[in-house]
């Protein structure tokens, strides 16, 4: 059996889980890196710490959190800890003299089932390509992002008409007992390793307000996985009387009620997104200078002058 000394790198609360079932197995996490702290809320003005340090700081883990990760301070403070293995879930792109430096290697925790949704935003990619199933990937890290020798994969089904929330809070748990498993098989070395297969590689890029912009051009059904995809972030979009209106949920009909890109409402019951082939039903939205809300609640509060379907 290995004596692992361990420093866990992650930032969101989808890391937290993953850092929480190592303390409670009793292994020795040495340090956590996470994000800088930094401002927000109500005019920048209350000082906002990541899920992965607030949780560190309730357990009396030491703490780092780098704004260079080249830095000699930050490198300095790291090897300080003598750890021999870092385990990365949800964290930022790390220099080789970071992932280099323990003995056992750094391990990262990835939200799809590698080489499948290599990239930033896998979970987001997965849903909105109507995928049956992702999973998680636990690997060791090399140069190139995601490319690294896989070492244990676990499956999770995607329902039809799961939102990527629903899918990224039941991959908590899978996550988080994956990496358990990586650190157990590492621990007890009888780590194995699978070279990721280039032939079945697939992208998830980082998510941006403009390639969530809601394009009626494309199929109804399509638009429908796109938007069940970005809910509720980064959320699909589109604009109605130059405004933005966000769109959360909706129910495609396939049957074409007036031009693509324009909306046919009643102003009680109905607001509907004409498509190229169809319709979506929108069930929940937010329309800018507004709360979220569903569609009855909406229309109540707010006159459109459109035509019925």
Known sequence: MRDL?????GTPDF???????????GYNVVGVITSTDKYGGRGNKKLLQSA??????ANNLHVLQPKNLKGK??????????????????????????????????????????????GAAPINWAVMS???????TSFKLKHEIDTGDTA????????????????????????????????????????????????????????????CQIDTGKSVTDLYHFIRG???????????????LKIY???????????????????KRYLRLCCKDGYLDILQLQLQGKKRMKIKDFLNGYSISLPES
Not at 15 to 25: E, G, M, Q, R, W
Not at 52 to 57: G, I, L, M, P, R
Not at 85 to 113: C, I, K
Not at 130 to 136: A, L, Q, R, S
Request: charged letters at 25%.
């Open 130 to 136: 109507n995928e049956i199933k992702t999973g998680v």
């Open 249 to 267: 949920e909706a129910e495609p009909v396939e049957r074409v009620i007036g031009e693509a890109g324009s909306f046919v409402s009643d102003n």
């Open 230 to 244: 970005l809910n509720p972030f980064p959320s699909a979009w589109t604009t109605l009387e130059d405004l933005k």
């Open 52 to 57: 992965v340090k607030k949780y560190a700081v």
């Open 15 to 25: 890391a937290v889980p993953c850092l929480d079932i190592l303390i409670k197995h």
């Open 73 to 118: 301070r930050f490198n300095k403070d790291l090897k300080a800890l003598n750890a021999n293995l870092q385990v990365v879930v949800a964290f930022r792109m790390l220099p080789e003299m970071v992932w280099d430096m323990p003995e056992y290697g750094t391990f990262n925790l990835h939200g799809s089932l590698l080489p499948s949704y290599r």
């Open 152 to 211: 244990i994969k676990a499956e999770l089904p995607v329902y039809y008409f799961d939102s990527v929330e629903e899918v990224h809070d039941r991959m908590q748990l899978l996550a988080s007992e994956t990496v358990l498993h990586t650190v157990q098989a590492i621990e007890k070395d009888v780590i194995s390793f699978t070279t990721q297969d280039q032939s079945l590689v697939s992208h998830a890029p980082k998510l941006f307000p403009e390639t």
């Open 5 to 9: 000394r361990i420093v866990f790198m």
